[in-house]
């Protein structure tokens, strides 16, 4: 079925060090790919999306690029801040187009 | 504009006791989803609704109920809560599928059964 994986979290990271959270999907035809990201005491918000193979997309300084030949998105930042310090969600439309299914939440804490 | 806002933040409950959560949007959205976010588990879907007067269930609907009687308002209802339902629940609104609406959540709800 339908499913999304992420890599295992945390991730622990200096200031300004390069990120990169890995996405790979499982799914029915190409859907459009999100991440979404989830401040501590919040709700999800969404960070980027793409719609189409290759397309990049990118918000913040994060990029992520929609590689159909690798099921894959993923989430790469250059120079992390300790403000980027959260949860990341990959996720995409379910074939019926009626939800999003979401990975399990990769948590990123940066440390100055 | 509010957005997605989300009632009660906090609740607790004893094993046995109802509640019904409740959420708003205040943007003209057909699509309105019910999620609980546990530890290790990501967010997972509960119930959804596609419009005013419908509901469907999603991936773990068991002792969950909705109702969308109001296009704006989406009620999660647990009829008699147990522990393994303590969890944070997010309510979340989109204005359809489509590759450029994008999904509003609201800040949760977080629920202890005792």
């Known amino acids: 079925g339908d499913s999304v994986t992420q890599m295992e979290g945390p991730v622990t990271l200096s200031e300004e060090a390069f990120l990169t959270i890995n996405c790979t999907y499982t799914a029915t035809g190409y859907p459009s790919l999100f991440w979404y990201v989830q401040y501590p005491g919040e709700g999800l918000q969404l960070l980027l999306k793409a719609t189409k193979a290759d397309d990049k997309g990118s918000n913040k300084g994060f990029e992520a690029t929609y590689r159909k030949e690798t099921t894959s998105f993923h989430l790469e930042k250059g120079s992390v801040q300790v403000s980027d310090s959260a949860v990341y969600f990959c996720a995409f439309d379910n074939q019926a187009g009626t939800a999003l299914i979401f990975g399990k939440g990769t948590t990123l804490s940066v440390s100055s | 504009n509010a957005g997605v806002t989300q009632t009660p933040k906090f609740r607790v409950l004893k094993t046995g006791q109802s509640m019904t959560l409740l959420c708003a949007q205040d943007?003209?959205?057909?699509?309105m989803y019910w999620y609980r976010q546990d530890p290790g588990m990501g967010l997972r879907l509960i119930h959804y609704s596609v419009g005013e007067g419908t509901t469907a269930k999603g991936e773990v609907p068991d002792g969950y109920n909705v109702s969308r009687l109001k296009k704006q308002n989406f009620l999660l209802g647990l009829e008699s809560a147990a522990p393994s339902q303590t969890s944070v629940y997010f309510c979340?609104?989109?204005?359809?599928?489509?590759?450029?609406?994008?999904?509003?959540f609201g800040p949760g709800t977080r629920l202890t059964v005792l």
């Open positions: 979340a609104s989109r204005l359809a599928p489509g590759d450029y609406n994008e999904q509003f």
């Open positions: 943007m003209n959205h057909e699509y």
